[in-house]
Nanobody, 125 residues
Framework: QVQLVESGGGLVQAGGSLRLSCAASGRTFSTYIMGWFRQAPGKEREFVAAIGSSGGTTYYADSVKGRFTLSRDNAKNTVYLQMNSLKPEDTAVYYC??????????????????WGQGTQVTVSS
């Protein structure tokens, strides 16, 4: 397993941007599919985005498509989630996750084996 540490959360006004980072330990980072999930107060955790091990394939939830961009730097063992045009409904704790496999027809069903501790993103209206 890899250990994951998120950073970059904070408070931003609607329409603003944030970039989340997730740093991973271990030599096997490049073999993992990396993803982001989020959980708003009173709601279930939901899939946000994922990226293949080489970075060539990305998946996004419909709610963030066109606004969020996921990328990775395998040399730095880091994955980045660039969030633009943020909305109040994007407010949540964002979790980085690592998985061995992702169902391409339903990326939200990916089952991570490792999770970060989460970082809070708050978007004010």
């Amino acid at each position: 397993q890899v250990q994951l540490v998120e950073s970059g959360g904070g408070l931003v006004q609607a329409g603003g941007s944030l970039r989340l980072s997730c740093a991973a330990s271990g030599r096997t980072f490049s073999t993992y599919i990396m993803g982001w999930f989020r959980q708003a107060p009173g709601k279930e955790r939901e899939f946000v985005a994922a990226i293949g091990s080489s970075g060539g394939t990305t998946y996004y939830a419909d709610s963030v498509k066109g606004r969020f961009t996921l990328s990775r730097d395998n040399a730095k063992n880091t994955v980045y989630l660039q969030m633009n045009s943020l909305k109040p409904e994007d407010t949540a704790v964002y979790y980085c996750a690592a998985a061995r496999w992702i169902p391409a027809i339903k990326p939200s069903a990916m089952t991570p084996e490792s999770w970060g501790q989460g970082t809070q993103v708050t978007v004010s209206s």
